[in-house]
């Protein structure tokens, strides 16, 4: 640098020489390390841990202190951290509360076959023409009824009964 | 190295660099050592100054002058005279990933190191209350306007270098370092002043 290229302000220049002085304070506080196998001097350490990228071929990563730690401290963090998540993500899943399926079908034959009986008996009631006969219809509907409210079943109704119905 | 000029550049420190690079460039290890020499304590300088934390400050150095060695060998840099100009941009670059990253995850209170560091200003000629409030005032200034300051006294850089660097017209950055230090002084007289904010009384930052 050549301090006298460009003039600065003769108000300034008291402010400039601190500032100088403070940057030659920063520049001497690189760490003196006696026995550091990596070297003593600032100059020593940075040149024996980048030499080796000057004579490869390929590309080599430096040896580079304090931050390979720190690199692989945020590495093991960021495992954990999605260790955590994925843990969390599992136990969710497996404690959640499971909602009952419903059974669409019984596999039951028998109950299929008395359902359809119901649904037949409806179908007939609501088929058959009113004609003025509202004790029959009366009837027939308290028939359903009970067929409904009942496990009671068409096919378990008496011979009488069906016959009454005329079925 | 791509490209060699047809004369060799003197450098700031009157060296001619082109010969040296050259010379790194083909794994030549004294050539390299001779760089490191050269250039390795301004690129320290001037992270110690950003980040207050010497360990940190010789990582950063280390960091930049690994990617030189790469470029330099892999052909990543072509010789135009502007050697310093490039290192200095790849520090500042890698210094600012740094600024964010502390921003991103602050460790050590920055005022702490700096208090640590104090101690050695007795080495300085300076009177350490000066130097300590300088430092206050640095922190109070933008990062443009600091970029500016430490450029050209932690890099050592001419204001030629400095434009070069930072992208500017040789005009417009005279008058950025000169409004730069306008501020630094105002902020120094402040600094003077009892109960500022941030000094303790006998110029000490607080932690």
């Not at chain 2, 080495?123 to 109070?140: F, I, K, N, Y």
């Not at chain 2, 007289?189 to 000490?204: H, I, K, M, W």
Request: hydrophobic share 40%; no cysteine; aromatic share 4%.
């Amino acid at each position: 640098m050549s301090s006298n290229e460009h003039e600065i302000d003769a108000t300034l220049l008291e402010t400039d020489a601190i500032a100088r002085r403070a940057a030659r304070l920063d520049a001497s506080s690189a760490r003196e390390l006696p026995g550091n196998p990596a070297g003593v001097t600032l100059e020593d350490r940075i040149f024996a841990a980048t030499k080796d990228v000057l004579n490869s071929s390929s590309p080599v990563v430096a040896r580079i202190g304090p931050g390979s730690i720190r690199s692989n401290a945020m590495v093991w963090r960021l495992a954990a951290a999605i260790a955590i998540v994925a843990g969390l993500g599992a136990a969710f899943v497996s404690l959640r509360p499971v909602t009952s399926t419903t059974q669409i079908a019984s596999t039951d034959g028998n109950k299929t076959a008395a359902d359809m009986e119901l649904v037949l008996a409806a179908v007939s009631l609501l088929d058959e023409p009113l004609s003025g006969n509202f004790d029959q219809l009366a009837e027939d509907a308290a028939r359903l009824h009970e067929l409904v409210t009942t496990d009671r079943t068409f096919s378990t109704e008496t011979a009488e009964e069906k016959t009454k119905q005329g079925v | 190295m791509n490209a060699v000029p047809d004369t060799p550049k003197p450098d700031s420190d009157g060296a001619e660099i082109t010969p040296v690079l050259i010379a790194a460039s083909r794994g030549d290890e004294s050539a390299w050592r001779r760089i490191v020499d050269l250039y390795a304590r301004r690129v320290f300088a001037l992270a110690q100054a950003r980040l207050r934390n010497p360990e940190v400050a010789e990582e950063i150095a280390q960091s930049v002058f690994a990617t030189l060695a790469a470029k330099l060998v892999g052909g990543g840099y072509t010789e135009r005279g502007k050697f310093e100009p490039w290192l200095f941009r790849i520090a500042s670059n890698r210094i600012r990933d740094e600024q964010r990253r502390n921003r991103r995850h602050p460790t050590t209170h920055d005022s702490e190191r700096i208090a640590r560091t104090e101690g050695r200003t007795e080495e300085s000629s300076a009177p350490p209350d000066q130097v300590t409030r300088l430092r206050w005032a640095m922190g109070q200034l933008s990062d443009a306007d600091r970029e500016v300051i430490e450029l050209r006294h932690h890099g050592q850089m001419s204001f030629a270098q400095l434009a070069e660097v930072l992208g500017e017209p040789l005009g417009t950055l005279l008058a950025r370092h000169h409004r730069a230090l306008a501020k630094l002084k105002g902020l120094l007289e402040q600094s003077t002043q009892p109960d500022v904010p941030g000094l303790r009384a006998g110029g000490r930052l607080e932690a």
